[in-house]
């Protein structure tokens, strides 16, 4: 009889995970707090409804390559395909419109077959003329963005070859284990279009106004927007269908209600206006407690946002050549540091919170609450801060007590952006800067770290061992074709950066989502950006209540 009750039990907890994985969510310690399970998505429905996000951020314009905020890049995976996509898991590309591939023995040449039937929205037929058009276009009015970075990070000639309306090469002078993360990313639209904004600064801004060239090969088009909606419909034309040979995305129409603040973003959920929403920290934590034992509503984990407040030490100023200096600085704001809306990390690329000792040797040989460097003379720092970002603001106010606390004397200072530019980066006129930036696991974002001629961090450090060990590190990286080398390259630069306290502490917001119990399949990237992703936009559902 116990062995049969202990059957009963262990069949129960199988039978438990096997439906949690089936559902795409993963259990936490914490009711109704769920991690995203990337390896398993919920199919196994026979009708599902329309779903509506709810974003405060209005989106500016439509152009697929000049994104600034999450609804537009919502958009932008929604309508543009490209021609790898990232897998969710591990940040790997993966085929997308690519049928397959080839590279050759010197990494020089890409043979690339595309898939014969991949259509736009409008049926017209996708053929390597649009995929080259739509690639040529780093060289021309993209020469100046974050895509020619990627495409140029270790070689100088870009050239492309159309050998059949299905097949093309790609052909580099220098290797760039970067390409196919670069395609993953990029955009493809019609060749008509491409060739229009090639040269063409103003209608390169403009023309996305214009519903006739927002036409892509993505799952959606774009039906219907105001300030207050965006409407999204599925692609009838639409080229991919899941492992059980189903039609994708599996949802019919996607809504975003654009709020003027995330108070009324809450209430529109609160009031079943909208299905999903994503959280800061301080709304989690009250909506958790709101919605606490509600199982109509679950909420997930989606990790950390890429977007990073960090501070920068400019070693060439007499003080903070001091490592042990800015170690106790570091220490100090991460023991301190008070604001739930942030985690607090020692590491820009990956989360670690573990205190270091310092042996820094303080004086206050004047009494008067103000420390002495090992010069006897007052420790005096200015910390400046971009007067038009209030968040930087806010946290340089909260540093700035800190610091106080701990009798350094804090300058702090804020300038309008082009100021603050011209003091951090050409004049070096500053102690310790406020940064806000965009990083996620990649080589573009360590070249941008390390290797950009004018915007490099590591401008102002003086350890020339620690620098030219991150340098040979990332040199070697950008020659690795083995993506899981060159993840644990970027975690060995990632090591080195945190053990100089160069640009820590970093602070992090967490990301959370609330939705309806009946929403499955959110995928965010466990590594890059936290936005709408494809896999997500293909497989998100909701499913109808009985």
Known sequence: ????????????????????????????????LYDIDYDSFYSDFKENEDIVFSF????????????????????????FSTLFYLNPKDNTPKENIIKKFDVSSDRLTYIFTILPDVRFSDGQLLTTADVVSSLSLVKTILKDSNYYKGFFLNNTNLNFEIISPVKFNLILDKPNENILYMLSIFPIIKKETADLISLDVEKFIS????????????????????????NLEKNKFYFKKDKNNRQLPYTNKISINITENSNLEIIDFINNGSDIMELSTKDFNTLYEYYAKDDKIKFVDAGFDSKKCFLVYNTLKTYLKDKNLREYIVNSILTDFNNNNYTLSLSIFKFNNKLKTSDYTFYDSNNDGVIEGK?????????????????????????????QKQKISIKAEVFPYYKYLEKLFYKKDFDIALVSYD?????????????????????????????????????????????QKQQQNLSEIADLIEQDFQLSPVLIKKIYYIMNNDIFNLKINNYSQKEINLTTLEHIVKIVKK
């Open 1 to 32: 009889m116990k062995q049969f009750i202990f059957l009963i039990f262990i069949i129960t907890i199988i039978f438990s995970c096997s439906n949690i994985k089936k559902n795409g969510f993963l259990k936490t310690e914490t009711p109704n």
């Open 56 to 79: 405060v951020e209005k989106p500016q314009f439509f152009n697929p390559y000049r994104v600034s905020n999450k609804v537009e890049n919502f958009v932008r995976n929604a309508l």
């Open 207 to 230: 023309i996305w106004n214009d519903p006739k060239y927002l036409i892509g090969t993505g799952p959606y088009v774009l039906n219907k927007y105001n300030d207050s909606i965006l």
């Open 375 to 403: 010069d006897k003379n007052p420790i005096v720092l200015n910390l400046i801060a971009p007067e038009e970002n209030g968040e930087l603001v806010n946290n340089q106010d909260e540093i700035s007590k800190i610091l």
């Open 439 to 483: 990083f996620d696991f990649s080589l573009v974002q360590a070249n941008n770290l390390i290797n950009d001629s004018n915007f490099n961090f590591f401008q102002f450090s003086e350890n020339e061992e620690v620098k030219n060990k991150i340098l040979s590190l990332y040199n070697t990286t950008i020659l690795q074709k083995d993506y």
